[in-house]
Each structure stands twice: as structure tokens, then as C-alpha cells.
């Protein structure tokens, strides 16, 4: 493609690509120019031998989720991320883990399949809401699908924390800055980098055999989340038509 040639054109040391892993003609490129690449937070699964850096998305669905349940919810809802992206398996994984650890069976209409935006939580928290046994807690697979969610929520007159908590997922800048502040799971990004940089070193120096390195993700707990209500009423009023 144009940025491999790009790259490649003023004798680069290395290269850094974001979420796109490079096909196999693109690898090829690299190889030949004796160019190593480095894949930070991949959007579907390496292959064999070529170096990326991720963050435990795993871990942090289930650390999102498993939040909730110390809290004392049951019913809790997800909005997905992309089902393309391994991140967002990965994301729901932890969240199907979380609730089986915690002895509570999955419920399929609970889950629904967004893609990271902000339209997608918005839209299908929505349907959470409307559920006649509507969640009390929902894990957002981005802050942005959380920032939808947190729209939808406040339009079906209810309350976050009080009525719904709200997780999110990424801690981009905006989530401490939200109304409520954003329980939401972080997302290493300035190590990732570095440690992308350090895997290109590595390869270009030939010390270190590391070809995946996994960050830790963190639960980053603010006021979007809170025990249940007491008493949880039926679904949320209809959207009214403009």
C-alpha cells in the first residue's frame, strides 16, 4: 500500500502501525527493506511473528463487569464493540466470565452488538432500557459507546448512578470530565507506545526474543456507578418522535 511505500521511502528504522495490521504482501515489503513493524492494539489477531503491543481486553471486560457484581447487580447489560475486532471478543469475553464466576448465567438479550461509537450506545441502550427486566448496569465497550449510553439514559428520564450504572472502557481524556465522572477501564496508551518502540529496538538491535507484549488494563472507578436501586420499575418511557 501507499504508507508502506511511504515508510519505506527515507530509510526507516521501523514502523509503528496503529489498529491496521499489515497484509501479507505489506509484511513482505517490511521484510525485504529489512524494516521491522510493530502493531499497536491490533484490531484482529497477528500473525505468527509479527510484533505487536496490546492491552488485556480480557481482563478489562471482566474487571468492568466484575465491578458491577461487587456492587450487588444482577441484571447487567453490555453494548458490544465491533464482532470484527479480536479487542471487542476479547472485551465480551470478560464480561460472559465475570458473570459466570459470579454464578449469574449470561442472558442474550442482554448483550447488544454495537461498533465503539457513540450512535451505537446510544441506540441500543435503548433497547436495554426497554426491556420489561431492563438492566440496572451496563458495560460499555468505549467511552464513546458509554457517552451514547449516558444520553439515552438521561432521555428515558432515569438517573446514572442512581436508576443505571454506567462503565465505559478506553479512560480517554474526556471520561473525568463527563457529568457523572466515568467509571471506565484504562487503557495503558502512552506505555503501549513506548513499548512499541522498545520491540522495534529490540528487532532492529536482534537482543530479546519478545514478539507480543500485553499491558495491563485498569478498572478506574468515578461516579457513573453505584449499588441498585431498590426497587427497579418497569422499561423506560418510549422516545417520543420529533
Same mark, same amino acid.
Given at each position: ?18 489498529? %491496521?495490521?499489515?497484509? *501479507? ?7 525485504? #527493506? !529489512?524494516?521491522? $513493524?510493530?502493531?499497536?492494539?491490533? /484490531? ?91 438492566? %440496572?448496569?451496563?458495560? *460499555? ?7 451514547? #449510553? !449516558?444520553?439515552? $439514559?438521561?432521555?428515558?428520564?432515569? /438517573? ?83
Amino acid at each position: 500500500g501507499a504508507w508502506v511505500r511511504h515508510a519505506l521511502a527515507g530509510g526507516t528504522d521501523g514502523a509503528v502501525s496503529v489498529v %491496521t495490521v499489515p497484509d *501479507a504482501a505489506e509484511r513482505q515489503a517490511f521484510a525485504d #527493506a !529489512l524494516v521491522p $513493524v510493530v502493531v499497536v492494539d491490533p /484490531r484482529v489477531r497477528p500473525p505468527e511473528g509479527l510484533l505487536s503491543v496490546g492491552a488485556t481486553n480480557w481482563q478489562g471486560g471482566l474487571d468492568a463487569t466484575a465491578h458491577l457484581v461487587a456492587l450487588g447487580h444482577r441484571r447487567i447489560g453490555t453494548i458490544t464493540g465491533d464482532d470484527a475486532q479480536a479487542n471487542a471478543l476479547a472485551r465480551l469475553a470478560g464480561y460472559r466470565t465475570a458473570l459466570i464466576q459470579a454464578g449469574i448465567a449470561p442472558d442474550d438479550s442482554l448483550i447488544r452488538r454495537g461498533d465503539f461509537t457513540v450512535d451505537a450506545g446510544y441506540e441500543e441502550a435503548w433497547h436495554l432500557l426497554s426491556l420489561d427486566d431492563r438492566p %440496572t448496569a451496563i458495560v *460499555a465497550s468505549s467511552d464513546d459507546t458509554a457517552l451514547g #449510553a !449516558l444520553r439515552a $439514559v438521561r432521555e428515558a428520564g432515569l /438517573r446514572v448512578p442512581d436508576d443505571v450504572s454506567l462503565v465505559g472502557f478506553d479512560d480517554l481524556p474526556i471520561a473525568a470530565w463527563l457529568d457523572p465522572a466515568l467509571t471506565t477501564v484504562h487503557q495503558p496508551l502512552v506505555e503501549m507506545g513506548a513499548a512499541a518502540v522498545d520491540l522495534l529496538h529490540r528487532a532492529r538491535s536482534g537482543t530479546g526474543h519478545t514478539v507480543r507484549a500485553e499491558l495491563a488494563t485498569s478498572i478506574v472507578e468515578r461516579a457513573s456507578t453505584a449499588p441498585p436501586p431498590a426497587v427497579v420499575r418497569g422499561p423506560a418511557h418510549p422516545r417520543q418522535k420529533a
